[in-house]
């Protein structure tokens, strides 16, 4: 039972993060209508701002809170220079302007940081804390106190605030929502550097403990859309169970099967999702009205 209970532990410390970066493209989606696959390339940049930051003497939780900004700046530029110019255009042509993004960020950050992996250096990376015979890091602690607060945080910046109804309102019908004075595109901006800013965060969070390379990127996106799909696309709730339930799933496997089976147990579930509950388990299918 402790192995079973260390197991899921660490499951959900993997799934908060999965939440995070999947809270961010699902945000993302449902206002741009855009599936940025270059998702998880701001995760790698979060991860290499706070090793650059701790390595010039920033202390490990300030260099968390700083990824969130450089994240959201660089997201900035992005949108300006690689979206705003298209979004007249059809969505896919954005979608593959995401996949530019990705290859460029990238290589750039192998350019600056070399393509071997690093570990970000945190007091709490080597302490455990022991319950009920269960030894937990408390960078794990950290990484799911974290994620939970950031991912309760922007729920209710969305269901509560002026601006979070601004963005459902965009994400539901822009054209309507222009006509009600939305400034439509200035949410999109806001909403874009909101999500990959998120992200950045779990880089962060995830660079003690796990090696932070380039193309870290491409696997964090991979999932990211497996939570996505599995929770719905564009349902902000469904994006942080559906992170539970796929880090769970894939510590389970790791832990009782083989780890070199992980991600195909991974995508097994995404394929039945598909086949079976297209919409996700968290959205309602609705009728069309004739």
Known sequence: MSELAQTIVNGLAVGTLYSLIA????LIYGVMNLSNFAQGEFAMIGGFAALYLVNHGVSYPVAVILSFGVAGIIGFIV????????RKSEHINMMLSSLG??????????YLFSPNPQVVDSP?????LEVFGIFISQQRILIVAVSLV???LTYMLLEYTRFGRAVRAASLDPDTATLYGIPTRRISFMTFVLGVALTGVAGALIAPVYN???YMGVSLTTKAFVVVVLGGMGNVVGAIVG???VGLIESLAGGYISSGFQDAIVFGVLFLVLVFR???ILTKVQGEKV
């Open 23 to 26: 809270l961010g493209l699902t």
């Open 79 to 86: 949108h300006l220079l690689a979206y705003h110019p298209l």
């Open 101 to 110: 993004v990705s290859l460029f960020l990238v290589n750039l950050a192998q």
């Open 124 to 128: 709490l990376a080597g302490r455990n």
């Open 150 to 152: 950031l991912c309760g």
């Open 212 to 214: 932070i390379y380039p």
């Open 243 to 245: 992170g539970l339930i």
């Open 278 to 280: 297209p919409q996700g």
